[in-house]
C-alpha cells in the first residue's frame, strides 16, 4: 500500500512484525489476535487485537485498509468489540499499538512529507474513515521549529544555586541500567498521561538495545534532584532522514544507512520528557531543555518533538510558546462494548 511514497519508512513493518513475533518482554506479555479481511482472496484490510493486563482498553492495534474500504474496517471493529465483550472489557481502543512507547495515532495531516524517526506515518485515508463511524476520539499533535527560530528557554529567569537541581547524561559503559533507569523513571514520571501504563523497564532495554551503537551518552539526560535522579529527557538525531521511503528496508540496511550517513541528518528528534509530579516547578525542567538546546546548537537545522496529548494543557503551553503552532496530528479513536 505505502510502495512508492517516500514519506513512509519500513520500519513501522519491522514493528508489525515484532508484535507477530514476540520479539520483547512486553510484547510476549500480551494477549495478540492478528485479523485480515479478504475480498476474493486480495487483503483489504488488517489489524491485530492487542490485550495486555495493565491497560483497561481492548486495542486495535496497526490497523490498515484499502482506500474506500469501509465496510471492512467495519467488519475488523464488530470482531473486536464481540472480543471485547467476550474479555469484558468495556471500551475497545483503535489507535494504540500495544504501549505509548510503540506508537499512537492515525496521522491527520502532512502526508507528503517524510515521517521522523519513531513517528507513525499512516495512509490519508485511514482518518476519515475512523471518522464516519461517529466514535470519540482524542487529538495527538507533534510540534517542529527551525534552530534559528526556537526561542530561548526562559531568558528572563535567572539562574540559580542551592536549589539542588542538576543534570547528568547517560554512562554508556552502564548502557542497560541507565536504560532500566530510564524505563521505571517513565513509569513514575508519565503515569498520568492518557492510556499510559506501566511496564517493565526490562522492556524499554530489549527496544533500544539495538539502537545502542546510535545513542551517545548526551542523547538521555537525567534531571537530578540532591543527588537523585527525578526525571529524563531523550533526544537523538532523526535516523529517518537517511532510511529509504516507499519500500521495504531490511534492518541490516538501515542500521548500515544510520552509521554510513548519520552525519548528514539535520533534524533533531526530542523523543520523551518526564518529570516526577514533585518536580515540575520549572528549574528541572529548564535544565533539561537549554542541555539538549546547548549541545543541538550548529549541528542541526530543526527541533521536533514526539506526540504530545492535546488535553495535556501544561506541555501543549510549552511547546506552542517555543514551537508555534502543531506539526503533525493524530487522532486516536474509542468505541464502547455492549455487553
Not at 546547548?294 to 492535546?310: C, L, P, S
Request: net charge neutral; charged share 25%; with cysteine.
Amino acid at each position: 500500500m505505502y510502495a512508492g511514497n517516500g514519506a513512509w519508512k519500513d520500519l513501522q513493518s519491522h514493528l508489525a512484525k515484532g508484535f507477530l513475533e514476540g520479539s520483547d518482554g512486553f510484547i510476549r506479555s500480551c494477549a495478540i489476535e492478528p485479523l485480515m479481511v479478504r475480498d476474493q482472496g486480495v487483503p483489504v484490510a488488517q489489524a491485530m487485537l492487542v490485550s495486555h493486563p495493565e491497560c483497561g482498553f481492548q486495542q486495535v492495534a496497526f490497523l490498515e485498509c484499502a482506500p474506500g474500504r469501509r465496510d471492512a474496517v467495519a467488519a475488523l471493529l464488530e470482531r473486536a468489540i464481540h472480543h471485547a465483550s467476550q474479555r469484558g472489557y468495556k471500551d475497545i481502543v483503535i489507535g494504540l499499538n500495544g504501549h505509548v512507547a510503540y506508537g499512537a495515532g492515525f496521522l491527520q495531516n502532512r502526508f507528503e512529507e517524510p515521517i521522523s524517526f519513531d513517528s507513525l506515518y499512516t495512509a490519508p485515508w485511514l482518518a476519515p474513515v475512523l471518522d464516519s463511524f461517529g466514535m470519540r476520539s482524542i487529538g495527538l499533535s507533534t510540534y517542529k521549529v527551525a534552530m534559528d527560530r526556537i526561542q530561548a528557554w526562559d531568558p528572563g529567569f535567572p539562574e540559580r544555586s542551592g536549589t539542588g537541581y542538576s543534570i547528568r547524561v547517560m554512562d554508556r559503559s552502564r548502557f542497560q541500567d541507565e536504560i532500566r533507569l530510564f524505563g521505571s523513571l517513565a513509569n513514575d514520571c508519565l503515569s498520568d498521561t492518557p492510556l499510559y501504563f506501566p511496564r517493565d523497564p526490562e522492556s524499554l532495554v530489549e527496544l533500544l538495545d539495538p539502537l545502542r551503537m546510535l545513542l551517545r551518552a548526551e542523547h538521555l539526560i537525567f534531571a537530578m534532584h540532591r543527588g537523585r535522579e527525578v526525571g529524563f529527557l531523550f533526544w537523538h538525531p532523526d535516523f529517518n532522514e537517511v532510511v529509504p521511503g516507499g519500500r521495504a528496508a531490511s534492518i541490516v540496511e538501515i542500521a548500515l544507512r544510520t552509521w554510513c550517513f548519520g552525519s548528514r541528518i539535520r533534524n533533531l528528534k526530542l523523543n520523551a520528557l518526564g518529570l516526577a509530579p514533585a518536580h515540575r516547578s520549572g528549574e528541572a525542567l529548564r535544565l533539561l531543555l537549554r542541555e539538549v538546546h546547548r549541545k543541538a546548537q550548529g549541528r542541526f537545522d530543526t527541533m521536533e518533538t514526539n506526540f504530545v496529548w492535546d488535553d495535556n494543557l501544561e506541555s501543549s503551553r510549552l511547546n506552542l510558546r517555543h514551537f508555534g503552532a502543531p506539526h503533525r496530528r493524530y487522532q486516536v479513536y474509542f468505541g464502547g462494548v455492549e455487553t
